[in-house]
């Protein structure tokens, strides 16, 4: 799977190794999926584009105002008692093989403060189209040429599209584009020169290297036995011959050329989620999940009437989305996401000395730069 972007407050960080691959944003119940053709071309017609955002454009806020909605607010909301914070907390250093788990187990929290943040992912399912040249061998019979019929423009063939959100590459012989015309690499004949004696039928003799002298012999003027004291025996790659069949052509001499569709469908994954600078990496939070406040899906979104660093995120991931499509891709269909980290910090003291974890996400991972009872494990 394609690479996922992380986009901070003021800048777009790319994350797309396998390692940090996002996962699709779950399917909101009751929305409509949209047209999804099986005998017509995938990619909705130029014209719906034309309204919104297409290949050339632009992305413009003012083209999409935000939607309008109601959500609650839940930043300061604390998703975790002491008792459960602790318990995670213990449980993650018990499987650390350099820590001890006694600072752990005796330690006794003194505050938690709620951090929780958000985070906006958006998928945009986009299509691509290009040609190249192809050949075949060419074995006789019927030749599609554009005498036929006016071959088509890459658009409008049409395919069966995969389930949307889903990459895929479809290779596919354009119609009416097809011609006979000879073999180049055996120049019609059939017959290519082999490539190891350069077609002159020998090669160098391998018992002698060429020399002409028998190695093993102690006569210094003995011929060697395999190449008769020429230094060069049969090719054995072509037995003597000179050409080998063509494998282009597969000896026919002619060549059935056409052009070849390449289709791409990619599910491009962006990603955006709130900094409040409060000491915690953000690259942690692609290990959790949260609690999903919103979801759409539809041909081109907009913006959300959310808090301003959200929406500012959304406009950016769709920005970053909208450069990326050039004239020979279309955006098929976009979905986006709106979710609450649950993200806990926790303060302790151990032996007069403050420290503190944090404990995020649905699954409660936790996360900790200082912590008393590591051996030799810089962050846990």
Known sequence: ???????????LLSCGSPDHAAAPLPDTPGLAAGPHPGTEPSAPP????????????????????????????????????????????????????????????????????????????????????????????????????PEVAVPPGPWDVAVTPPPLFTDCEMHVPVPHTYRVQGCPCCAGTGRAPCSHCGGSAKSTCVFCGGSGRDSHSYDTYSSCPGCGGSGRMRCVFCHGKGWVPCARCDMKGLLLCHSELTITWRNRLAEYVVDKNQGFPLSRFQEVTGKQLFSDEDYLLRPLAFPLPVLRGAESCLAL???????????????????????????????????????????????????????????L
């Open 46 to 145: 130029q014209e719906l584009l034309a309204s919104g955002l297409s290949a050339g454009c632009e992305y413009s806020p003012a083209l999409f105002p935000p939607k309008p909605m109601v959500f609650q607010a839940e930043e300061s909301i604390l998703y975790i008692s002491v008792d459960e914070a602790k318990d995670a907390f213990v449980q993650f250093m018990s499987s650390k093989c350099c820590s001890r788990s006694v600072p752990a187990e005796q330690l006794e929290v003194q505050s938690l403060t709620a951090l929780n943040t958000y985070r906006y992912q958006l998928q945009t399912f986009t299509e691509s189209r290009s040609t190249l040249p192809a050949s075949e061998p060419y074995r006789g019979g019927f030749v599609d040429s």
């Open 1 to 11: 799977m394609e690479k996922r972007e992380l986009m901070r407050k003021e800048d």
């Open 321 to 379: 989305h909208q450069m990326q499509v050039s004239g020979e891709t279309r955006i098929l269909r976009q979905k986006h996401a709106v979710e609450l980290i649950p993200l806990t910090k926790a303060e302790y003291d151990w032996k007069g000395k403050g420290y503190s974890f944090y404990v995020f996400g649905n699954e409660k991972q936790v996360y900790a730069e200082d912590y008393p009872g590591k051996c030799c494990c810089a962050i």
